[in-house]
């Protein structure tokens, strides 16, 4: 354990987070999601939620306020414009955390290519279907590293 790092941060997601760049995109995906078909890496966060998880994540990841979206959820496939509860709930978390930042529907096809480009997929134990989100990071700022000189 670590003073100041979120307790669901393992090894490898700290590794992960830390060596993104602006602009570079994150998986969050539920236990039916394709990780491991993608071609990116993957970190495997089984038995951890999508909810807490994106917390966590939050916590130490600036969105890309740059970009004109930089928070993505998959869109139901037969119900495009419903969005389902767990897609509520990121957008409460996020804009908890990050800020005013839309989540952005993308179709199930377009949210698997735009995955496929992303830098890690986390492939959760979430069971919530459509609980998946793309993230893209942003600059951490000067002032924000202040208290480490």
């Not at 993104?20 to 078909?37: L, R, Y």
């Not at 990841?61 to 139901?76: E, G, K, Q």
């Not at 952005?104 to 986390?122: G, N, T």
């Amino acid at each position: 354990m670590l003073r100041g790092i979120h307790p669901l941060l393992g090894p490898e997601l700290l590794h992960a987070l830390r060596t993104m760049g602006h602009g570079d995109e994150i998986v969050i995906a539920d236990a039916n999601f394709p990780a491991s078909t993608l071609g990116c890496p993957v970190v495997r966060a089984d038995g951890v939620l999508a909810e807490p998880l994106l917390e966590a994540i939050l916590t130490h990841f600036p969105l890309d306020t740059f970009a004109p979206a930089s928070a993505f959820r998959m869109a139901m496939v037969d119900t495009p414009d419903v969005v389902p509860p767990v897609c509520v709930s990121f957008q409460k978390i996020i804009t908890r955390l990050a800020g005013d930042f839309p989540v952005e529907p993308l179709e199930r096809f377009a949210f698997y290519e735009r995955s496929r480009k992303a830098a890690y997929v986390v492939a959760t134990g979430e069971l919530q279907l459509y609980a998946n989100v793309i993230l893209k990071k942003g600059v951490v700022r000067k002032e924000e590293l202040a208290q480490f000189g």
